[in-house]
């Protein structure tokens, strides 16, 4: 099993900046792909970032320029740095992490969720 641990939402001004982390432990062989997705109220979950093991990245054109996903291997961690936030990016933001526990066994978890709040 795996658990994911996620932390740095919270409240800010538009134009300012905020950087989640979503910290992995358990039975980890390999990770995979780590990605960031939120969802909005009344909205469905959306992708908003994600980088593979290889150290690829991808991000949805609403945050490209102002969002970087990154990654520390060595603490199985995936950070996003947010910048320039908008009211719009207001959502609950959620790590997915896509993890091998062996040759065999691949699942994917979410973190809990944490509270992004822009206010105009």
């Known amino acids: 099993q795996v658990q994911l641990v996620e932390s740095g939402g919270g409240l800010v001004q538009a134009g300012g900046s905020l950087r989640l982390s979503c910290a992995a432990s358990g039975s980890i062989f390999r990770i995979n792909a780590m990605t960031w997705y939120r969802q909005a109220p009344g909205k469905e979950r959306e992708l908003v970032a994600g980088?593979?093991?290889?150290?690829?990245?991808n991000y949805a054109d609403s945050v490209r320029g102002r969002f970087t996903i990154s990654s520390d291997s060595a603490k199985i961690t995936v950070y996003l740095q947010m910048n320039s936030l908008k009211p719009e990016d207001t959502a609950v933001y959620y790590c997915?992490?896509?993890?091998?526990?062996?040759?065999?066994?691949?699942?994917?978890?979410w973190g809990q969720g944490t509270q992004v709040t822009v206010s105009s």
């Open positions: 980088i593979t093991n290889g150290g690829g990245t």
């Open positions: 997915n992490l896509d993890v091998s526990s062996s040759y065999l066994v691949r699942n994917a978890y």
